[in-house]
């Protein structure tokens, strides 16, 4: 340990004598950790946003959209037939035991008017599981329910997007809005939720019942069966997503009468899943970007090379004079790789806290979300002294076997 | 084997080899230089002189024939070996002294400790007495531009006496100094050979520094030519005492 501590005093002093090239080959280091801490913090901040937004979402949910339709061998396309029933909703809720809520979603994008004012939005028509499992919550008033639902009662809950446009600064609850003409009574507002991963607004947003929705706001068109939906939301319970999927597909497959050799006319997707491949998306960009930047830390070790080479030429004759007094191989060897770590751990240090900075600088400039967790600190720091040995270390094996009369002899 | 040589030198050669072409440096030494010996050797560059001393400091190992150093056989080290021996055996000092620019007068002394197993607590005494016995205790905190030439040669020796060697060797100790410091110099080796009994072998090409010793050793093209006992050698510190006192001392420092 004294040894180590003695090698450092040595390779401070030898560092000192040339302070503006130590600084500049530390430069190197700096820069390089320095991106390589920024650029970390950017990919897992926004791994972390997605981790809060599969939150928002709700867990454990789960989507069954229509599928395909295979008529003659033209298949049309997933989403593009009505093969999902309010029936299916319903017997998936009550038929699956890893289900615990089940609503049919039909949406459509509708024009809003309130007194002087219209907004354009789109318009959810659901049960009232609904707002459970996609963990939305009232802020004021009430939720409408499963009778409001049986009983086609034109109430609608509003997004803050919505309520910010029709009514500027007015008490929303009560009043009433018109969609196609039709009057809705408000009976309550939804808690802001924010933008998705994708950048959509989730407030910007009318949930209403699916029955009134059905006849009252979307009939027409293909849709003359006022059974069909456009999707299926299910919750499955805690742990058992797989279960549920399982089950769902099996129940929609006998309740749809498909033999062995067909296809699904339907899809069971899982938003965890969906958000899991997001996330995967993410960390590939995270990583990408880390390293790009860790190209410069190798580039920076190159120069800690470069440098240690120079200086052991200018000292040729001093290391000559260590061998004469007795300096074996692991002396100069040893002396030469601390004075290149200590010059690439105190770059490290330093890029360390310029990359703490430039993170920070991001998500306050460019309104990023950065995190600059302590594991990428410490690979760092072991990182940029990894780099001081790997490319001090020909320098020093060079200077370590010097032969001393040529060493001694040099000018 | 007399048990008074501590260098004992057996038909030695040393061939270089430079591509195709074979330089004999040494061709057939044979010589024994006994302890406490104040040995001069003397030749004209190419007699292979230089390449006899880093043979002897062992920094370099023999083609072929034998060296033995204190009874070791040198040409069977290995390069850490050598190292260790030059350590605690030999103490070099050089025609330019190569100290350490920008470490002290006591660190360069130092500098040999930092390589041996010595207690490290008594490193600094230790320094201090191998400067007070060559009289710059005082500047022990001088960086070597802020010395003179003698006194840089002065610390160079203290650091060649740092571990107690048997052996000093000297290349043209004397060759960058005025002929007054050299004086001095060559005084201090006499001292240390006569006070404390150390071996002193010092290549010189001035015959006036050779004649400071009680043993010349004249080499031409690779052989040794003349061996001859200085029957009446010069002594520095009668000379010194002699000379007109020139306003003590006070050289410029050399750059």
Same mark, same amino acid.
């Given at each position: ?245 399982? =089950? ?30 997001? =996330? ?44 004469? #007094? ?11 790789? #601390? ?73 | 084997?007399?048990?008074?040589? !501590? ?103 130092? !500098? ?29 905190? %001088? ?33 960058? !100094? ?13 001292? !240390? ?11 010189? %090409?001035?015959?006036?520094?050779? %004649? ?44």
């Amino acid at each position: 340990m004294n040894k180590v501590f003695q090698s450092m005093r040595i390779a401070f002093r030898a560092l000192r004598v040339n302070k503006l090239r130590s600084a500049l080959t530390m430069l190197g280091i700096i820069i390089g950790v320095g991106a390589v801490i920024a650029m970390v913090s950017v990919g897992s901040g926004a791994t972390d946003r997605i981790h809060q937004q599969i939150a928002s979402i709700g867990s454990n949910v789960i989507i069954i959209q229509p599928g395909s339709q295979n008529n003659g061998g033209v298949k049309s396309g997933n989403g593009n037939s009505q093969t999902l029933t309010e029936e299916d909703a319903r017997a998936v809720q009550e038929e699956c035991p890893s289900v615990m809520y089940s609503t049919p979603v039909q949406q459509n994008q509708q024009q809003v008017v309130y007194a002087s004012n219209n907004w354009g939005t789109r318009i959810y028509g659901v049960s009232p599981e609904y707002l459970t499992i996609r963990d939305i919550r009232i802020e004021q008033g009430e939720p409408f329910t499963t009778e409001d639902v049986r009983a086609t009662n034109k109430v609608a809950l509003l997004g803050k997007t919505v309520v910010d446009n029709l009514f500027a600064g007015e008490d929303p609850i009560g009043k009433t809005i018109r969609v196609r003409k039709v009057p809705f009574t408000v009976v309550g507002t939804l808690v802001p939720k924010g933008q998705n991963s994708s950048g959509q607004d989730q407030d910007d947003m009318i949930i209403m019942p699916i029955t009134t929705a059905k006849k009252k706001v979307m009939g027409g068109g293909r849709q003359n069966n006022w059974q069909q939906i456009g999707q299926i939301m299910v919750q499955a319970r805690d742990g058992r997503n797989q279960n549920a999927m399982d =089950e769902i597909e099996a129940l929609l497959r006998q309740r749809h009468r498909l033999q062995a050799t067909e296809d699904n006319d339907f899809q069971v997707r899982s938003l965890e899943e969906m958000a899991a491949a997001q =996330e995967q998306a993410t960390q590939i960009m995270g990583l990408l970007l880390a390293s790009i930047a860790s190209v410069s830390l190798i580039v920076g070790g190159i120069g800690i090379m470069n440098i240690m080479l120079v200086s052991v030429t200018e000292r040729t004759k001093e290391i000559g004079l260590r061998q004469a #007094v007795g300096a074996k191989t692991k002396d100069i060897l040893s002396q030469f790789l #601390v004075e290149a770590v200590t010059l690439s751990l105190l770059g490290g240090c330093l890029g360390i806290g310029m990359g703490v900075l430039a993170s920070l600088g991001i998500s306050y400039f460019a309104g990023w979300n950065t995190l600059v967790s302590l594991p990428s600190i410490a690979a760092a720091f072991f990182f940029s002294a990894l780099v001081g040995v790997f490319f001090g270390y020909y320098p020093a094996r060079k200077a370590a076997f010097l032969d001393p009369i040529e060493a001694l002899r040099y000018e | 084997m007399a048990s008074d040589a !501590l260098i004992r030198i057996d038909h030695l050669h040393k061939t270089y080899h430079m591509g195709d072409n074979h330089v004999h440096a040494l061709r057939g030494i044979s010589l024994e230089i006994a302890r406490g010996g104040l040995v001069a050797i003397m030749g004209a560059s190419g007699s292979g002189k230089s390449t006899l001393m880093n043979i002897i400091g062992c920094l370099d190992k023999p083609s072929s024939g034998k060296y033995f150093l204190d009874g070791v056989d040198i040409g069977s080290l290995q390069r850490d070996e050598l190292a260790d021996i030059r350590n605690r055996k030999v103490g070099f000092v050089f025609q330019q002294f190569n100290l350490l620019a920008r470490t002290s007068a006591l660190e360069n002394v130092e !500098l040999p400790l930092l390589y041996s197993d010595g207690d490290k607590s008594k490193f600094k005494d230790r320094a201090m007495a191998a400067l007070t016995a060559v009289g710059l205790a005082e500047r022990y905190d %001088h960086h070597p531009s802020q010395l003179s030439g003698g006194q840089q040669q002065r610390v160079a020796i203290a650091r060649s006496l740092i571990n107690d060697p048997q052996l000093i060797l000297a290349d043209e100790p004397t060759g960058a !100094l005025d002929s007054r410091t050299s004086v001095e110099i060559m005084g201090i080796f006499q001292r !240390l050979n006569r006070e404390k009994g150390i071996t002193v072998v010092l290549v010189t %090409h001035e015959p006036d520094i050779a %004649h400071y010793s009680n043993r010349i050793l004249q080499f031409k093209d690779g052989h040794l030519m003349v061996d001859e006992v200085v029957t009446n050698p010069r002594n520095a510190e009668r000379e010194l005492a002699e000379m007109p006192d020139i306003v003590e001392e006070e050289e410029e420092p050399v750059a």
